[in-house]
C-alpha cells in the first residue's frame, strides 16, 4: 500500500518545480519565517546547547534498548487497557487498521496529522475498504482535497499560497454562500473548523499518530497547533494510534526534554499551543473518551537500520527544521522528492525505507552546506549519513557510468603528482590561452553541467605549483 | 592597492602562545620553531585556475614569519570523498600526509579542503595507527586566515583597499571550522576597505563540488539568490575563502553582467589585487 515513489525522477520532479510560480511564492515564505523563529526562540533559551545534546543522548540510550522499551510500553498500554499491535510493513499496518475499523461497523474515520500513516498509504486503504478518511489537521484537510501529499513533515500544505485553499474552498464547499469572504486566513480556518466539526461529530473511528510514546506509562503524546487532535481522539468510540517503533521514550520526564527542543525548532514556539497524552480507553470516572484503544507500531524497514551507519536516523523527531534551513528544499520543495519524506532528513530516511535504488538522487542532491546539521535538535549528522548513501552506491555501481568515469581519470591523475603536473600544466596554459580574450567561458563541451547556467572562470595561465618552483629556482641564482 | 606586511610578528612570545591554542599540535610542543615550517597545501583549484591566490597565501605566510613550502602536490581527495569512493580518498589522503610529513603546520587557503583533511581524514581509517596519524595530521592543519589569527595571532595587516566589500562565508570554513570572525577581523584593518554585510551571507551558493554540474539547474536557482544578495548590499566587490565558491558565484555574475568583482579574500589581504578579478579579463580590472 505505500504510496508510490516519484523519487527515480527526482530531476524532472525539480526542474518542474522550479518552474511552479504558485509554488515558488509558497516557498518564499519558509525560506524566512521558520529560520527567523527558531532563531529567536533558540536565542531565548541559553541552556539549547545542552539540551540538545541532552536529547540527542537520550534517543542514543533508546535505540540501544528498543526492544526492551516497546516492551514495556506495550505492557503498560495493556494495562491501562488498550492493545498493542505490532505491524512488520506497511501491508501489515493497514490490514491490521483496516480491520480494527471493520470490527466496529465503521463508516467514517477522522484522522490527526501522521506521517507514518503517509508512509503507509493508510488512506488509500482505508477508502478501498469503503469507509471514508477525513483528514481533520487544517494543512492536510487541504491537501486531502486537492488530492496531493504533504509537501513538508510539519507544514504539509506549505506549498499552496491563501489564494489557491480558497480557490479549492470555493469548489468544495459548495453548501455555503458563494459571495462569503475568504481573504484572510483566518476566515479560511473558521470555515475548516466548520465543515470539520460536523465530521468530527459523525466519525466512527479517531486515528492519530504519536510524537512520542512512553513506556513506563503506556502513554501516547501528540503536539498539535490546531486541537483537531483532541477531537480526532477523544470523540468517536475507537482510538487508534499508529506509530512507528523509534518514537518510544522512557519516561514522561524524558519526553519533556524532547518537548523542549521539539516546538524550538519546529516552529520557533517555547511549546506548541495543545500537547495531548493519552492512555488506554476512557475509564469509568473519564468523563468522555474513546472505548476502545489500540496502538500500531510500525517497523516498515526500521529495525534494519539499528546497528548500521543509519541508526542515527532513528533519533529523529520530525521537528522539520532541516528542511526549513535547508537550500535545496527551499528551491524545489517537497514534492520534488517524490516520496513522504523531503528534505535532508528524506535524503537519508527514504533510501532506508524504499530503497536506494529507487531514492538514490536524494542523498546525491545535497551541496553538504551543512546547515541542517547545525540546526538538528537531536545532532544527526546528516550529510555524512548522506555521504553514507553515495558509498553504498558506489560500491555496488550504481553510481552514473559518465560520474564514475571522470572520477577514474581525475583519480588517475590526483594519484600521479608527476603526470598530474605535467598534464595540469598544459591543459591550464592552453584553457587560458583559449579564454585570454574574455577572461571565462561560456561555454565547454565537457562542462555543459555547469556552463549551461554560468561561465566557467578562465585559468590564469601556468600552474601555481609551476610558478612557485620556477620563482624559487630563479631566486636561488 | 598597496602592497601588504602582516604587523604582529611571532616574537618569542607568541610562539608560546601558539602551542596553548585549542588545535596546536601536541608533536610539536616540545620543540617550537622560530619560524614554523608551513607546508601551503595551494588546493587544486587554486593550482590550476588561481595561482595568485598561492602567492597570495604565501606572502601572508612569510610576513607572518613563516618558512612557506609547498611540497609537489594534487588534491586533498574530497572529490573522491564525496562521491562515495572512500578507497581513492584514503590513498589521497596517505599521499598528502606522506607529501607534508616534514612541516610544522599545513595551510590552506580554503575551508573546504582544510575541512576534508581535519575532519574527515581521520575518519577514513579504522586501522589504529593509520588513524593516529591522520589524527596528528589535522591537528596541525589549518585554513589560511584562521592559522593567521588563531595560531600565529596575527591582529592586522598593512594591505589598502579603497572600497566597500561583501564577504560570503562558505560552508565548510563556517560550519565545520568555525570561520566566521577571522576574516571580518582582519579585513577591518585593510586601510579604505568598508565591509558591508550582504543579507544570508551564511547561505549556500549552490557549489557542492560536483553538485553544481550533477543538479545544475537547482545549483543555478541557488547561486541566482546568493548573487541578488550580493548585489543588494551594493559593494562592487565579493570575497569569499574558497575557490570553488567564487567560480561559481563569480560565473554566474558574468553570466548575468553584473557590475561586481570576485576575488579570494587573501588576495586583498595581503594587498595583491594586481590580476584581474575571477572570471574578469584582463582591461576590466578596477
Ligand atoms: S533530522 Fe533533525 S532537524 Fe530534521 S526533522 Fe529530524 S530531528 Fe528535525
Redesign the interface.
Known amino acids: 500500500m505505500t504510496l508510490h515513489p516519484t523519487t527515480p525522477d527526482f530531476k524532472d520532479n525539480a526542474h518542474r518545480a522550479l518552474h511552479d510560480p504558485e509554488l515558488q511564492k509558497a516557498l518564499g515564505h519558509v525560506q524566512h519565517g521558520f529560520i527567523y523563529k527558531r532563531q529567536s526562540a533558540v536565542e531565548r533559551l541559553p541552556e539549547f546547547k545542552t539540551l540538545r545534546e541532552s536529547a540527542r543522548d537520550l534517543k542514543d540510550h533508546v535505540l540501544k534498548n528498543l526492544d526492551l522499551y516497546l516492551e514495556t510500553y506495550e505492557r503498560n498500554v495493556a494495562a491501562a487497557g488498550g492493545q498493542v499491535h505490532f505491524a512488520r510493513t506497511s501491508a501489515e499496518a493497514c490490514e491490521t487498521i483496516v480491520n480494527i475499523c471493520k470490527s466496529h461497523g465503521a463508516k467514517s474515520v477522522t484522522k490527526g496529522k501522521s506521517m507514518v500513516s503517509e508512509e503507509i498509504g493508510l488512506n488509500a486503504a482505508i477508502e478501498a475498504a469503503g469507509m471514508q478518511a477525513v483528514e481533520t489537521d487544517l494543512g492536510e484537510y487541504i491537501i486531502q482535497l486537492r488530492g496531493e501529499t504533504p509537501s513538508h513533515i510539519i507544514a504539509p500544505a506549505v506549498h499552496l499560497t491563501k489564494e489557491q485553499v480558497e480557490g479549492d474552498f470555493r469548489r468544495v464547499h459548495t453548501h455555503l454562500d458563494g459571495a462569503r469572504d475568504l481573504s484572510e486566513p483566518v476566515q479560511l480556518l473558521t470555515e475548516a473548523r466548520g465543515v470539520l466539526r460536523e465530521r468530527f461529530l459523525a466519525a466512527d473511528v479517531g486515528i492519530t499518530g504519536a510524537n512520542f510514546l512512553i513506556a513506563e506509562t503506556g502513554t501516547s503524546i501528540i503536539v498539535t497547533n490546531e486541537g483537531n487532535g483532541d477531537l480526532t481522539q477523544s470523540l468517536p468510540k475507537v482510538h487508534i494510534v499508529i506509530a512507528s517503533i523509534e518514537k518510544v521514550v522512557p519516561t514522561l520526564e524524558d519526553v519533556s526534554l524532547l518537548l523542549r527542543v521539539l516546538a524550538r525548532s519546529a516552529t520557533g514556539q517555547d511549546m506548541s499551543v495543545y500537547t495531548t497524552l493519552s492512555t488506554g480507553p476512557r475509564r469509568e470516572t473519564d468523563p468522555d473518551g474513546p472505548e476502545h484503544y489500540h496502538v500500531v507500531l510500525v517497523d516498515n524497514g526500521r529495525s534494519a537500520m539499528l546497528g548500521t551507519e543509519f541508526e542515527d536516523m532513528l533519533r529523529c523527531i520530525r521537528c522539520g527544521a532541516c528542511m526549513n534551513h535547508c537550500p535545496v528544499y527551499h528551491a524545489i520543495g517537497g514534492h520534488a522528492y517524490g516520496w513522504v519524506y523531503p528534505g535532508p532528513m528524506g535524503a537519508v530516511l527514504t533510501p532506508s525505507l524504499i530503497g536506494v535504488e529507487k531514492g538514490g538522487h536524494l542523498p546525491n542532491a545535497s551541496t553538504f552546506c551543512g546547515r541542517c546539521e547545525s540546526v538538528c535538535p537531536v545532532k544527526i549528522p546528516l550529510p555524512k549519513l548522506m555521504r553514507h548513501w553515495r558509498e553504498r552506491e558506489f560500491e555496488r555501481h550504481l553510481t552514473p557510468a559518465v560520474q564514475r568515469f571522470g572520477l577514474k581519470i581525475w583519480a588517475f591523475f590526483a594519484k600521479n603528482p608527476g603526470l598530474y603536473s605535467f598534464a595540469s600544466r598544459a591543459a591550464m596554459s592552453a584553457l587560458a590561452w583559449l579564454g585570454r580574450d574574455k577572461g571565462r567561458f561560456a561555454s565547454l563541451p565537457l562542462a555543459k553541467g555547469w556552463t549551461d547556467y554560468r561561465d566557467l572562470p578562465a585559468p590564469q595561465g601556468d600552474t601555481f605549483q609551476a610558478q612557485w618552483r620556477k620563482r624559487q629556482k630563479e631566486a636561488r641564482r | 592597492m598597496a602592497d601588504a606586511t602582516i604587523v604582529a610578528l611571532p616574537s618569542n612570545e607568541t610562539q608560546a602562545n601558539l602551542h596553548t591554542t585549542r588545535k596546536a599540535p601536541e608533536i610539536t610542543l616540545t620543540a617550537a620553531p622560530a619560524r614554523p615550517r608551513v607546508g601551503l597545501f ?1 588546493t ?1 583549484l ?10 597570495a597565501a ?1 606572502k601572508l605566510l612569510d610576513e607572518a614569519g613563516c618558512e612557506v613550502l ?1 611540497p ?4 586533498c ?1 574530497q ?8 578507497v ?1 580518498a584514503r ?2 589522503a596517505l ?1 598528502v600526509m606522506d ?1 607534508f610529513s616534514g612541516c610544522d603546520y599545513i595551510v590552506a587557503p580554503s575551508g573546504s579542503c582544510t575541512g576534508q583533511m581535519v575532519k574527515h581524514f581521520p575518519e577514513l581509517f579504522d586501522e589504529p595507527k593509520l588513524a593516529m596519524r591522520a589524527r596528528a595530521f589535522a591537528a596541525k592543519t589549518f585554513e589560511l586566515v584562521s592559522f593567521l589569527t588563531d595560531v600565529l595571532k596575527v591582529t592586522s595587516v598593512e594591505a589598502t583597499y579603497e572600497g566597500r566589500v561583501t564577504y560570503h562565508d562558505s ?2 570554513g563556517l ?2 571550522l568555525g570561520i566566521q570572525s577571522q576574516p571580518r577581523a582582519l579585513l577591518a584593518t585593510v586601510k579604505g576597505l568598508e565591509l558591508v554585510e550582504m543579507n544570508e551571507s551564511d ?2 551558493c ?18 541566482t ?1 546568493k548573487t541578488a544578495n550580493v548585489s543588494e548590499s551594493g559593494a562592487p566587490l565579493l570575497l569569499a575563502g574558497d575557490l570553488g565558491c567564487l ?2 558565484m ?3 555574475i ?2 548575468q553582467g553584473k557590475e561586481i568583482d570576485v576575488r579570494h579574500v587573501a588576495e586583498v589581504l595581503a594587498g595583491m589585487c594586481d ?2 578579478p ?5 582591461e ?1 580590472r578596477r
Do not use: H, W
Request: hydrophobic share 35%; glycine share 12%; proline share 6%.
Open positions: 595551494a587544486c587554486v593550482d590550476l585556475f588561481r595561482p595568485s591566490v598561492g602567492f604565501a609547498v609537489p602536490q594534487t588534491c581527495g572529490p573522491a570523498f564525496n562521491s562515495g569512493d572512500r581513492t590513498d589521497l599521499q607529501a560552508c565548510s560550519r565545520e547561505v549556500c549552490g557549489f557542492g563540488g560536483t553538485f553544481a554540474a550533477k543538479y545544475g539547474e537547482i545549483s543555478d536557482t541557488i547561486v539568490k567560480m561559481n563569480a560565473g554566474k558574468t553570466r590580476e584581474p575571477i572570471g574578469a579579463r584582463k576590466t
